[in-house]
C-alpha cells in the first residue's frame, strides 16, 4: 500500500473499526452473511449522510472525496459503471476464501452516495487481483 | 437515535467541502469522520434493528473488543 507518512493513522483507523464493525454486526446478525447485509445497510446510511457535502458524485469523484486518489479505474459498461481499485483500503492484507467479498461497507458508502446499487463483484481478499464495484 | 457519537454538519462539510481537491489534512479528517459515521450508523442499527439500549451496545461492543 502506498501511503505518505501522514496517512498511516487514518487508514488504519477505519480498517480496524469496519474490521470490529464487521465482527459485531455479524455476531449480533447471527451470521457472516446477515452481517455483511447489515454493514451494507450502514454503509448505504453512511452514504447518505455524506452524499450532500460531495461535490463531484460520479463514482471516481466519491472515491476521490473518500480516499483523496482515484481509483484504480472506471470503466462504463452498459448504463452502470465498474470501478476497480488495486489498494482497496479495507481488505488490504484479508485472506478470505476464493471468490468471497469483504468489501461490503464500502459497496454501501458508494450506493448511497451515488444513489444508485452497488454491488462488490470481485475482492481482493477473495484472491481477485483488485476490489470491483458494479454500480447500477 | 442513540447520539453515543454524533457529528455536526458543520463539521462534515467543513470536512468534505473541498470535493474531490482535499488537501491530506483534511483528508485524515475526513476519514475520521467516516469512522465515526459507521460508528454512529451502527449505533443506530443496533437500536433499530435489534431494540437494544445504550447499555446493551457498550456491552456488545466490549466482548467483540476484547477477543
New interface residues.
Partial sequence: MSL?T??R???P??YY??Y??L???S??SGSLEEGCK?IF???R??GE??R?????LSP??VW?????RSPTRVVRKGEGWLLEDMECPLCEGMELEEGSTYCH?LAG?LAGALGREVEEVECKAGGGKACRFFIH | MPVLHSLKKSV??G???A??K?K??R??K???G??N???D??F???EH??GMNALEMMV??HQ??S?
Avoid: Q, Y
Avoid at chain 1, 450532500?52 to 463531484?56: Q, Y
Fill in positions: 505518505r501522514d496517512k493513522m487514518a487508514i483507523c477505519l473499526t469496519h470490529t464493525v465482527a459485531l454486526v455476531e449480533l447489515a445497510e450502514i454503509g446510511k453512511v449522510r455524506l450532500p457535502f460531495i461535490k463531484d471516481e469523484g476521490e472525496a473518500l480516499f483523496f461497507f458508502v | 462534515i462539510r470536512l468534505l467541502k470535493g474531490s482535499v491530506f489534512a483528508g485524515k475526513l476519514l475520521g467516516l469512522v459515521l459507521m460508528l450508523e451502527t443506530n442499527w443496533m434493528a435489534l456488545a461492543l467483540v473488543g477477543r
